[in-house]
Every structure is written in structure tokens, then in C-alpha cells.
């Protein structure tokens, strides 16, 4: 079966520029995750869609990021404006039941 | 707030060596648990989870995590590395019904041939 999707796979951009960020999950998986892993830390999760609703988005920057997940597939993360502690990658996951599946990030460089 | 410890951010070993990650939760309520590993250039990926029975879990390439609820303790453990085992490990655990995750920073393991 195939993965996780993700795209650009590397990202350079200015401070105060705009960024997106791009998934596609496994095909029949409801659940989709945008997580965010600093070097050195593990990943931290910013947002949770069960289909195209919100289940959490508590650890979400909203003033600057937003994500959306139209008719509950693809899903993309937007940084609006960055900053340069927005540096980082950028990891998408889904899962149908307990088991999360990752792609292979984006990687954010914020000058 | 809930938090997960992994104790080492760099374990180097030579091959054939006995393995052991720790990882610790602070939570005391029903927890599933998880260890992922990231291989150089991979994606995450599952390497073992408990969710309940038998404390011990046995996973892929030969992995084993014991489940210790009195420890908060979920520890990983492999008896004979191989070089092929250097990658990025990660102990997640949940705590809700959301499936939502809490990560350890990883441990970074690098196996000497």
C-alpha cells in the first residue's frame, strides 16, 4: 500500500514569507496529524483531523499557522507570516485505529 | 502536564552488545505505549506498542519492551545489536481516547561494527 505523502520535502524561506506544506494520507485512514519536531526534541502535534473536522488544534499557533483538510483527504498546514523559531520539520501522519504512519516530513528553514 | 522521559539523547555500542532505552511517563491513569524508530534517511516508523496483557512486548528485529505500571516505565531492550540497528528511537505514549500521542525527545543509537 502506499504511504504517506508529503511535499516540498525541503523548504527555504525568508522570515515574515509564507509557506505550505502538503499531505496525502493513507488511502481509508479518517485520522491525520500535522506534527511539528524541533532538532534535538521529539515530535509535538499541532493539529488532529478526524475526516475534515478538527479534533484538536490546542497546541496550534493560530495567529500565524492554519490547516485545513477539504473533504476529509489531502490536508495542508500554512505559516503566515514564519518566523525563524518556525524552523523545523514538519511531519504529517495517519492512522485508521492506534497506529500512526508517517511521511517523510518537510524540512523548514526560516532565514 | 503529562510528560515522557527517555534518559539517554546518545547511546553508541558495538555490535553484539545488550541493548536498553529507558523511557518513563508521568501519568497515572491507562496509558498505551509505543516505541518508534527512525532509520537514517526513513520515515518513523512502528517498531512495538503494548496497550494491555502480558507486560512484555515483543516487536520487529528482534525488539522487546516491558511494560512496568508501578516504574511509569516502558523500557526497550534488545539482547545482540547489529550495525543495522543505528537509527532514532522514540517512546510515545497515549492517554486518551483521541489516540493522540506525547513524545520522548529520542535517543540517538550507534552501533560500532
Known amino acids: 500500500e502506499a504511504g504517506v505523502a508529503q511535499s516540498p520535502r525541503y523548504k527555504i524561506i525568508e522570515k515574515r514569507q509564507s509557506v505550505a506544506f502538503w499531505c496525502n494520507p493513507i488511502s481509508g485512514h479518517a485520522t491525520l496529524y500535522w506534527y511539528q519536531q524541533i532538532l534535538g526534541q521529539g515530535p509535538k502535534l499541532l493539529i488532529q483531523?478526524?475526516?475534515?473536522?478538527?479534533?484538536?488544534d490546542s497546541q496550534l499557533p493560530k495567529d500565524r499557522f492554519s490547516a485545513e483538510r477539504l473533504k476529509g483527504v489531502d490536508s495542508t498546514l500554512k505559516i503566515q507570516p514564519a518566523k525563524l523559531e518556525d524552523s523545523a520539520v514538519y511531519l504529517c501522519?495517519?492512522?485508521?485505529?492506534?497506529?500512526?504512519?508517517f511521511g517523510p516530513g518537510t524540512r523548514l528553514t526560516v532565514l | 502536564a503529562q510528560s515522557v522521559s527517555q534518559h539517554n539523547h546518545h547511546v553508541i555500542l558495538s555490535e553484539a552488545a545488550s541493548l536498553e532505552l529507558g523511557c518513563n511517563y508521568s501519568?497515572?491513569?491507562?496509558?498505551?505505549l509505543f516505541w518508534y524508530v527512525q532509520y537514517p534517511g526513513q520515515h518513523l516508523q512502528l517498531l512495538l506498542k503494548y496497550f494491555s496483557g502480558d507486560p512484555l512486548v515483543k516487536g520487529i528485529k528482534g525488539f522487546e519492551a516491558e511494560f512496568i505500571k508501578s516504574k511509569f516505565s516502558f523500557n526497550l531492550r534488545k539482547p545482540s545489536v547489529q550495525w543495522s540497528d543505528t537509527a532514532e528511537y522514540f517512546c510515545?505514549?497515549?492517554?486518551?481516547?483521541?489516540?493522540?500521542?506525547?513524545w520522548g525527545a529520542g535517543t540517538k543509537l550507534i552501533i560500532k561494527p
Open positions: 501522519a495517519s492512522s485508521f485505529r492506534d497506529e500512526q504512519f
Open positions: 501519568y497515572g491513569g491507562t496509558v498505551n
Open positions: 483531523f478526524q475526516n475534515n473536522g478538527v479534533v484538536d
Open positions: 510515545a505514549v497515549g492517554m486518551d481516547s483521541n489516540y493522540q500521542l506525547i
